[in-house]
């Protein structure tokens, strides 16, 4: 109560009622944790207003908020459904309530759970949970959204929903084998000696907090990320497979399937407004800007360019990017014999996408050099033209601007066509055998198109391995729900 006086005096005769009771909750909390948890009341002393508000940033960085509330939910109380090989599973409410959320858990079981992936009752966490990027977050970090999560989040008493998964899979204990071959131990993040102190802030936030590994760096046989940092490699960041149809192309600097011709201003305006002159945001990208990034400081947006502008170059896999004006002049002359999907594009697309593929700046994204085109599966390509996209609008471009969906419109065979007529147009050079037969299991199954008899190699042979090989297909990441067109960004 002593830490409130200040407030007394400053605010009106409501505020003191308010703070008061909030006074009085801590204390309650207090004892409640004392009791239940057997631990001393130090650590549950009344929060500081500065360190929640520093937690609710974390948070952010965290994105904490997009898969721990449900579609059209509460926020933070749970029950999004991720989908994982063996079955669905659900976030958890992570709101203080005592009974269904987290409101009993000492500093140090939170920490357990986040940073190394244990739960209170020592079960381990299915790794849909990033615990292996949180494991490198700052104490300091943690003690503020601990702060967070216990003073500044509205309980909310909404049980958690069961796991879809029957026995013998839903056993939990494999999951701590996972834990100890795959999770590194939590270890504070501290950057390389003499490393700039953007790049590292920046390092931190990919790495750790953003858990941008998570979609962009290709998993291996256990399903594990191959690499969670710079050291891991060139795998590091190289793109990931499809989750839920969406590809998270490389963020490394190959000129053609990665950042390469993006610059470091570019990066940032992307993170912070979903959209620039050559691209736009869509699938899973979108969540993670409209729930996250859209809201991180303009420093820590730029120390995330910059640091990804720094990281070791990669050898381009396709060589260098060249515009070929070819295309343009043919669909002008309405030339398009010979070309499957050109007629299509121009009656289509055209309007929108122009005849030369540069878009409109700002509204409709190019498609010629555009990495997302020319990504090696062509699964989040055709999955757009398939199911349309919406734009979201975030702080800093509020206007929303949508692609239609072309499921209705276009037969498969046509949509194949045009798939591979992008791919191969104004200068890309992508591998153009999208079939109908493709498309067909998209539209109908929602499965992703299959690339492993394409020699590529690579991530196609991922399972859950050891705990039930599965086929490729559809379900077998731990792809979160995505609130894209569902819920307003928050
Ligand atoms: C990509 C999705 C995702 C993100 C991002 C995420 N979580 Fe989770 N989290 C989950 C899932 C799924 C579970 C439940 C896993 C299970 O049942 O094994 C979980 C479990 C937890 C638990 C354990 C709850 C319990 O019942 O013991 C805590 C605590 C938690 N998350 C906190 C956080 C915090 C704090 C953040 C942000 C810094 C965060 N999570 C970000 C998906 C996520
Ligand atoms: C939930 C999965 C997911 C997470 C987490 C995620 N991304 Fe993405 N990201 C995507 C997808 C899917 C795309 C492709 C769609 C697009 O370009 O908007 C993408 C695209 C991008 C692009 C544009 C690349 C291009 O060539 O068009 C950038 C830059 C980017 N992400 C940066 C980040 C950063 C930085 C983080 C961490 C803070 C992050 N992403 C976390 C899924 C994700
Ligand atoms: C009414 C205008 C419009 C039409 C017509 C249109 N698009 Fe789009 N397209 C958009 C917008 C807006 C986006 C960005 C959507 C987003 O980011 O959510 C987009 C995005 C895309 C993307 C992803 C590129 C990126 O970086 O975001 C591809 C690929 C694409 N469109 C192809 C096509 C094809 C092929 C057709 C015709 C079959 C087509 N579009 C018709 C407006 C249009």
């Known amino acids: 109560m002593v830490r409130h006086s200040h407030d007394v005096i400053r605010h009106t005769s409501d505020t003191v009622v308010k703070t008061m009771i909030k006074g009085l909750k801590a204390a309650l909390g207090a004892v409640a944790v004392g009791l239940l948890a057997g631990t001393s009341l130090a650590h549950a002393q009344s929060a500081d207003d500065e360190l929640v508000k520093k937690g609710a940033y974390v948070a952010r960085l965290g994105d904490c908020v997009a898969c721990h509330t449900a579609l059209h939910g509460q926020v933070y109380a749970g029950g999004l459904s991720i989908q994982t090989p063996i079955g669905t599973i659900y976030s958890t409410n992570i709101t203080p309530d005592p009974t269904h959320g987290i409101g009993t858990y000492t500093f140090k079981e939170f920490d357990e759970a986040v940073r190394h992936g244990v739960r209170k009752d020592g079960s381990t966490l299915y ?44 056993m939990r204990w494999p999951l701590s084998i996972w834990r100890s071959v ?31 590994g998570a979609c962009h760096t290709p998993r291996g046989f256990g399903m594990q990320e191959k690499a969670l940092d710079a050291s891991g490699g060139a795998d590091f960041l190289s ?20 950042l390469g011709r993006w610059s470091e201003d570019d990066i940032y305006q992307f993170l912070k407004s979903g ?56 669909l002008d002359s309405n030339n398009t014999s010979g070309m ?49 996209a919406v734009l979201p609008p975030t702080n800093w471009a509020p206007s929303a601007v ?79 729900q995505t609130h894209t067109g569902e819920d307003e960004a928050q």
């Open 239 to 258: 793109g990931g497979a499809p989750i839920d149809n969406w590809i998270a192309p490389s963020l490394r600097n190959d000129p053609v399937l990665g």
């Open 340 to 388: 499957p999907g050109a007629k299509e594009y121009v009656e289509q697309c055209a309007i929108c996408h122009r005849n030369d593929g540069g878009g409109v700046a700002r509204m409709f994204p190019p498609l010629a050099g555009n990495p997302v085109v020319v990504s090696e599966n062509p699964t989040s390509v055709a999955h757009i033209i398939v199911a349309g």
């Open 182 to 212: 795959f999770a590194p131990a939590p270890k504070d993040f501290t950057p390389a000696p003499g490393t700039d102190a953007d790049i590292a802030r920046g390092e931190y936030l990919v790495t750790g907090p953003g858990h941008c």
């Open 127 to 170: 790794p849909a949970m990033p615990y292996p990027s949180f494991a490198r977050m700052t104490q300091d970090d943690m003690k503020a959204l601990y702060a967070y999560f216990m003073h500044g989040v509205k309980p909310v008493a909404q049980p958690n929903k069961p796991a879809g998964i029957s026995w013998p899979l839903s």
């Open 275 to 330: 959209r620039i002159d050559h691209s736009a945001v869509f699938g899973g990208m979108a969540d993670v800007v409209g729930w996250s990034t859209q809201y991180f400081t303009d420093s820590d947006l730029r120390a995330m360019a910059k640091y990804l502008k720094a990281l070791p170059p990669v050898p381009p896999a396709r060589g260098d990017y060249k515009y070929d004006a070819s295309t343009a002049q043919a």
């Open 402 to 480: 949508a692609m239609p969906g072309y499921k209705n419109v276009l037969s498969d065979q046509q949509i194949a066509d045009v798939v591979n007529f992008i791919r191969t147009s104004w200068g890309n050079k992508a591998p153009a055998n999208v079939t109908a037969a493709d498309i067909q299991k998209l539209r109908v199954d929602h499965a992703p198109i299959s690339t492993y008899s394409w020699g590529f190699g690579g991530n196609d042979t991922a399972t859950w391995g050891v705990f039930h090989p599965q086929p490729y297909g559809a379900g077998w990441t731990f792809a979160p």
